[in-house]
């Protein structure tokens, strides 16, 4: 293996929620190591969009690098409550799921923007990475040891390794594999309501609450100190009816056809509809086939979040993924410098960790979708009433396997290999 440059220049290419949590893990398992930059395409530091779920997995990992405490100042709380799932035309109950109490950590839902806030502050507080604007990455071109990033606006920089965090468009994966989107066969609707304008009368035990009809589900759960409600409506639609819609945060809709879509759901989810603080967004729903690798370059390039493995939304589990990815890297960097094992072997050991648990939860995510819109090969042709004793039992224990993996003991395991290889060599040159 060539000498270790030091500091070793990390280029993180994204400054969302990948990008930023990548950085701070990195910066707290490596700090004396790295030099890391971040690159974000936009003018500024911002997220758009409402809330994003933090699951339980994602929140330990946080609490792990310093950051719970600044997590819960912003979360939502269900107060025991993961989701309780209801009927779309009553409310009345179908299963309601629970979170793992006994634990130290829970499930987080933020909103987007206060997120990504709560990730830059600790960026500038710990002096983890240089913040860069307006640098689109247009390539990648490796020259010997380092790689060379060639900017849209015609400036480069230059690293040993480049993280690709940006996103579902990546312009860095599509330079190693073709983005090819598939329309899943639905839309989503998304906005936010201020709890205190619903909170009278409501008629459920936890304001995260799912909805469910065939062909259509609505979901809402409490963000922000439980100040705000956040609000999402997936639909079944056949593409045609779309026309330009686009799978961007930045579309939007008319609420009169959000009513539409949702007429029939009981007067609880009307109520919520009306009370929408802004225009609701809009957005297609592309699914993704599975990547088959990670790690370009002969390991001077490496994929984290959506880029590797953009998934659907309905367990709210894509950026829990994201965390893992940047955390598990972290812990694989922190080796290669205690080794002597090339830098390739252990961003594979980060693939072979991360890669088959994140494409089960896009496989099961997919699944989720099915289920809650009755879709299912077994539930077609099946009434309403038919296929609900089929969705009970399919959703009381589904997330308990993403929420209580202990990825830190898979890590561990599956790198005594690689360790061992280290420990040999260093004794061999010793001899």
Request: net charge negative; with cysteine; hydrophobic share 40%.
């Amino acid at each position: 293996m060539s000498e270790i440059p030091n500091p070793f220049r990390i280029a993180i290419i994204g400054g969302g929620i990948s990008g930023l949590f990548t950085a701070l893990s990195l910066n707290w398992h490596c700090k004396d190591d790295v030099q890391i930059s971040v690159y974000e395409q936009a003018s500024e530091y911002k997220e758009i969009g409402a809330g994003v779920g933090i699951g339980v997995n994602a929140a330990k990992l946080l609490h792990k690098i310093g950051l719970g405490e600044s997590l819960n100042e912003i979360s939502g709380n269900a107060e025991g409550f993961w989701i309780t799932f209801r009927r779309f035309d009553t409310g009345e109950e179908v299963v309601t799921v629970l979170e793992e109490l006994t634990q130290k950590y829970r499930n987080s839902p933020v909103q987007r923007a206060e997120f990504l806030d709560l990730l830059l502050a600790a960026v500038r507080e710990r002096g983890a990475a240089s913040l860069f604007t307006k640098k689109c990455c247009k390539h990648v071109k490796v020259l010997g040891n380092h790689v060379t990033i060639e900017f849209t606006d015609g400036t480069t920089g230059d690293a040993d390794l480049i993280i690709g965090c940006d996103g579902i468009h990546s312009a860095l994966r599509s330079q190693y594999v073709t983005d090819r989107p598939i329309y899943s066969g639905k839309i989503a609707w998304r906005g936010l309501v201020e709890v205190q304008s619903i909170a009278e009368g409501w008629p459920f035990p936890t304001k995260s609450v799912q909805w469910m009809a065939q062909d259509r589900h609505f979901l809402v759960f409490p963000i922000s100190q439980n100040k705000l409600l956040n609000v999402v409506g997936f639909v079944t639609k056949d593409r045609v009816e779309l026309g330009d819609l686009k799978e961007s945060w930045s579309c939007t809709g008319d609420i009169m056809d959000m009513k539409k879509d949702f007429s029939g759901f009981e007067e609880t989810v009307q109520g919520v509809i009306d009370k929408l603080t802004s225009t609701p967004s809009k957005w297609l729903l592309n699914d993704r086939d599975p990547l088959a690798e990670w790690v370009y370059e002969d390991g001077q390039v490496v994929l984290v979040g959506d880029s590797a493995h953009a998934m659907l939304p309905y367990q709210g589990a894509g950026a829990g993924q994201a965390i893992e990815d940047g955390y598990i890297l972290s812990r694989a960097m922190q080796d290669f410098f205690k080794s002597s094992v090339d830098i390739k072997d252990w961003l594979h050991l980060y693939q072979e960790v991360r890669l088959p648990r994140a494409q089960k939860v896009q496989e099961t995510t997919r699944e989720a979708g099915d289920i809650y819109e009755m879709q299912s090969p077994d539930m077609r042709g099946l009434t309403f009433d038919d296929c609900m004793p089929l969705v009970k039992a399919r959703i009381e224990s589904r997330m308990k396997w993403i929420w209580m993996e202990d990825i830190d003991a898979v890590y561990d395991a599956a790198s005594i290999k690689l360790k061992g290889s280290s420990t040999t060599a260093a004794r061999t040159q010793l001899l």
